[in-house]
């Protein structure tokens, strides 16, 4: 089977060889009718997709001089999209579990933050995240944080396509010690880094209706449309943040940000889990994207977002991580199979959000919600040469049915032996072609000795 | 640090050498204060741990001729026990996903097992189990299902330490056509295997108080009694079980089998969902054993466990993966992972199941669940050597500032690096030594293709 030409491509008719060559596995494209192709191979030109077909299992391509992937027995797939983290927040990893939530955020990650937060630390801690979300299959993530310039550095060394956004909170923060300045940062982030990578796509990221004020927020916005980018923010994550507006604004969050103008399709919604009925309607009317944070929600405990409700009334729904703090890991596999596990059960329904549902809210759907989805999220000639591929031959792989079932409910990062974005290999067979694990590891290691908390 | 010396040890004055030596590493015994011990070493004799100590990164125990296990900046614990599995469903992985419960039961497994159940498949099956447990840093498991002849003989082959019960259900079943026999099945079973490993221990399954009459369930606790083994059982799994007891017997489960006298401490009862306040208080009193299956009662959305409710009144509570029609792994980290989070959900408290807690259940506790806790479970002196070495050269688990949040948040099973079973090693830098993989996953791969349902 060959994928249909759109009328966007132009491809069939540039004689062009392709440079990399991934085949030899099973292709879910996660788009179209999302039909599997056997015994396929995907072909990549500089960094764009110009073709996946059927092909024979002995074609071993000598004429060109294409890299290539053996994708033997194994799943070839769109790369994962994290579409909600605070990527450096490695260095906290597991530093303080089992807790409360205030405690946990106000004696512990906060003064952590402001205690050991530099360009240096969230630089390693940057480069670990990237280097854990090469290895779990992420090609693309939303990040969140602070000291960005760090961030963008890393994510830039990865190859890892990214939207990377400036923190914006009314507390002194992190590398902004007077909040009359956040903004002012936030435009300045983004003007050094607009157009700097293809990959990477700076932005802006409201912490939360709570934390931020009404000015805070709409200058936000304004600076987000003036550059056409998105917007992030944390929204309803917690009861309390809720009954803080409703004291405040005299409404429900949801009817506040729409009452200051800021929902559109450009504001990407962390967590929007304590939404009523009327709010995920207004959500849903606007196009307001959502990034679902299962393993995060669980962990602290914040309550648990109604997934399937909000994806039957069309919302964009995408997956995300959150930070190491509060999952304690970046294995988006791992997320999609408690994604879908929480739906069933928040909804008492063993239908609620299927294997392939939940698969595209990793790929198609996350692209989506980050504004990327003419690049990336789906196999298709044309888009960006954004792939993962999954070895197969392992115990808890066998036998496959479905992939898609095998995907989410019985693999995990672990299993992702390549990982390619725009073209270029980052992993290959599990060894890593654009980050030092080991010198990694020893520095954020070695950043770990002196936190304290 | 040197273990504590316990009474009944004589090992101290035993001069015997090590055969295999554990070293390097971090230890987490799961016994006493709990402590980890750096820089440490387990030493083996004859499958049993004679020492536990810190040791000089330099020494390298020239003198001695026992194989040397490397667990430099790994972490040496337990191995996990899983408390409740259907080993050789492996078969079906992912056959039937997210369905309504009746239908993937009726339609869909209950037919399967009835056309592709048998000793060949069982055993390959089970063969597959076994090999996805060792993998994933599983050394014992109790198992309920159908020829289990077949089960035996992978698990022997495997060298996993096991509980092995044969299925009793008052329908016609796989290798029992008619349910008039299943008892007399089981007592042969029994007869059969007794005795005939240190590693293997045979019992009874009834599969439920629904579908097991009463003559049933008496009969199978007296053969179990007679021969002193536990008694493996499914209560309350679905609240359609308990209102089906209710109808016939005017009373809930536990009051029921209470009244029948099946409640003692070698009944261990898997799922135990659909229990009230004064259910858990009669369970508790009576030293029943539970085995929690998370992944699979959240897949099927069959209910929601109060486990943290009933470690508090002191029921021993062990993790189970359930078989791999519900779940689709057996990777019992995965099951840590999200037993911690749901307890969270379900009681509102971040603080529930914390991370320590949750490995006792995978480990110490999961051991007495099954009545081996002399034998396994926990590092000590004495004990039987089921030990495995957590490999910690992965992004996803640096920093670590806690080795019990680093082992039940970040690790998964592909982590696991070294698996030692009664001083015998199964797995050694993740090659399989008692197993032939490649030759299990095209059986089972071969067995799938006429599997169609």
Redesign the interface.
Known sequence: MIIEKKDSDNFQNRRVDPDLIIKGGTVITMSGDMEPIRDAAVFVTDGIITDIREINVNDHFPDLKAEIIDAHDAIIMPGLINAHSHTAM??F???A?????KK?LFEKIFPAEARFLNPDTVYWGAL?GC??MI??GTTCLADGYFFQDSTVQAVHESGLRALIAQGVIDFPAPGVDDPRKNLETAQKFIEKWIGFSDLITPGIFCHSPVTCSRQTLTGAFKISKDFGLPLQIHLSETSEEVNEIMKQEGVRPVHYLDRIGLLDSSLIAAHSIHLDPEEMEILSKKGVRIAHVP?SN????VG?ARVSKMAGMGLDIGLGTDGCAS?????LF?VM??A???S??I??????L??KTVLAMATSRGASVLGLERDTGTLEKGKKADIIVVDT????L?????PF??IV??A????VKDVIVNGKVLMKNREFKTLD?TE??AQ??N??KS?TI
């Open positions: 490695t260095v990893r597991g530093i579990d089992d807790l409360p939530l946990w670990l280097l854990e290895s779990s393993e669980m962990k602290l405990c648990t999952n304690n890991n970046l294995d791992q199979d408690i879908a596990k929480l069933k059960v909804d008492l329904d063993p239908v609620s299927d294997a031959h392992a115990p808890h066998c036998p496959i049915y479905d079932s095998a409910y019985s995990n990062g672990a299993d694990k990694i590891m954020v290691n950043i770990s936190i």
